[in-house]
Each structure stands twice: as C-alpha cells, then as structure tokens.
C-alpha cells in the first residue's frame, strides 16, 4: 500500500513523501532519498521494493524539488537536505506502521548516497545504511567530470552569481543535462534528446535545471570525510563499474576508509543503467543487506493481542 504523506520539518517547509506499508503493523523503516536534481518518483520503485520485503518504507522529495516545498526552487544544498532528511526520521518515528526500536535504514542514490553516510554517521538512530552510486569527493569527482576551462567558467560564474544574489537578483540557473556539446551543464557530457524526454516521461514533475549554487555545492562537498565515522554501523556501498557520473575508482577508494561492516557490490553498468537495467541487481543487493542488520524490535514482532500468530 502507498499513501502520499506531507512533513513539516523544523523551519515549516513541507516535504512531500511516499509512504509505503503492508497494514498498520510496526515494522522497521528504511528512509529514501532522491540524488542530485531528481525527484521522489525517479526511486520510488526501490522504496516498493523494500516494501514487500516486509519493511516500511518512506521516499521523499527534497526541500524546493518535485512537490514538496521550498525556496530557492531547485537548490540542492546538501547541508539543509541532511537536516530535513533528520526531521524526516523524526516524523516518520511517530507513525503507527514504524517501529523504531531498533532504528531506521537509510537509502541514497547518487548525490543523495553521500548524504545517506553522512546521516548515518551523524545520527544514533540510524541502525543501517546503502549508499548507492554515491558521490564521495566533490573536489575529485569534479576534476574528472569537468575540463579545466569549464571549470574555470563555472568559478566565473559563481562568483557572479553570488554577488548578484546579495544585490538581490533571482539565483542563476543550469541545465542539468544538455544535449549540445558546447553548452556547460551540471552533469556532462552531452545526452541524446531522448534521453532528456524519457526523464520527463518518467516523472512529469522532474526539471532540467538547478540553481548554479547546486553545482557549486557539488563540486565542494566531501562526504568521504564522514566514512571513517560510520562503523559499527553497517554500510553497503553499491558503484557502476561504467559510472561517468560518480566515478567508480573514487567510490571504491573511499571505500577502504571506512570500518568494518560494510561491503560493496559492483555491477557492470553505468550511473542511469544503475536504476533500469541494473535494478533487479541493485535492489536484491539492498533489499539482502537491510534483511540482516534491520531486524524488528521484540515489541513489534510480538503478535499483538487477539491476532493470530503468522498473520
């Protein structure tokens, strides 16, 4: 069963979410979030999986993306996303299909992997995590993806950008994808135009661009610094071996530093394959490492008075 949810964090910007639950039974609940200018729809075939798994499961879009709210539309700040992804534990503690007891998983694909270590290694409640494609290394991640020219238009605008913001202009704004060699996106190489339409297809409410401050969060933010405090948490770590977009040689590097237990698990495609082609993989992968390390409180798994035990 899926039941659209609205979540007031703390400032009193309403997320909107995806709940998916078999009853009102407590079960554990894994926390998905969406990565770099994508939205809630664009996953939410993970969240239903972890669902008939037997776990509840909660997806949401990020603060000013998709349907939820939030000013400036289609900023993605990684800083503000990891405490609206805490509020969201918080919120989702509370329902009556969540039982807490023995804390929650978190899922993140992408730029959102990287902010699933993060919350993890951050908050005591977090009892499992799955960082799936995760970007690790703004620095080295964009020195690879960028040329040293376009690196240097994208610190040229910036830098306009933010003088233009303290006079009180609207923020500059980038195409995610391009379809033309010449034009500077946020994430490249150019696409092919179908590739673009497909997106849309798949979630209408998806746009093609994000404030130019995104991509400077991008290129700056280091989550790898937040690895070595994960254990004795367990990490699963899922990379595309052909992945262009976070790139597999960082990943499985940043890997290394962090503790025991964690895994990797590597399939052959690339970043996007990773949710089509690869997902029966990927999603059996998470699906195998939430059964072992989320497990039910005794609480919850006792049957509750007047049900029939198996029911």
């Avoid at 609940?29 to 008939?52: M, P, R």
């Avoid at 023995?102 to 951050?122: E, H, I, N, P, T």
Wanted: glycine share 8%; with cysteine.
């Amino acid at each position: 069963m899926r039941s659209e949810v609205a979540i007031r964090v703390e400032d009193g910007t309403t997320l909107s979410g995806f709940l998916h639950h078999a009853g009102d039974e407590p079960r554990p609940c894994i926390v998905l979030a969406h990565g770099f200018s994508g939205v809630k729809e664009q996953i939410d075939h993970y969240a239903a999986a972890f669902c008939e798994a037997g776990f509840t499961a909660l997806v949401f879009d990020h603060r000013g993306f998709g349907s939820s709210e939030g000013t400036p539309r289609l900023e993605v700040d990684p800083y503000r996303q990891i405490a609206d992804w805490r509020d969201v534990l918080t919120w989702a503690g509370a329902l009556p299909q969540v039982d807490d007891a023995a804390g929650f998983g978190v899922w993140g694909s992408s730029y959102a992997g990287g902010l699933a270590a993060v919350v993890a290694a951050d908050d005591s409640r977090v009892a499992c995590v799955v960082s799936q494609i995760p970007n690790v290394s703004g620095h080295r991640n964009s020195r690879i993806m960028f040329t040293v020219t376009q690196r240097k238009e994208l610190e040229k605008r910036l830098t306009a950008d933010r003088a233009a913001r303290l006079a009180g202009e609207p923020p500059a704004m980038i195409p995610v994808f391009s379809t033309d060699p010449a034009e500077l996106s946020a994430l490249p190489p150019a696409v092919h135009p179908r590739f673009i339409e497909l997106s849309v297809e798949g979630a209408p409410n998806w746009k093609n661009e994000v404030t130019l401050r995104s991509l400077g969060h991008m290129m700056q933010f280091e989550p790898a610094g937040w690895f070595p405090f994960l254990a004795p948490k367990p990490w699963l770590m899922i990379v595309g071996h052909r992945d262009t977009c976070t790139f597999p040689e960082l990943q499985l590097e940043a890997f290394e530093s962090a503790a025991q237990p964690k895994k990797v698990v590597v399939h052959q495609g690339g970043h996007f394959q990773t949710y089509t082609a690869h997902f029966e993989e990927t999603s059996a992968a998470a699906r195998q490492w939430f059964a072992e390390h989320l497990r039910p409180s005794d609480d919850a798994a006792r049957p509750r008075p007047g049900a029939a035990a198996g029911n």
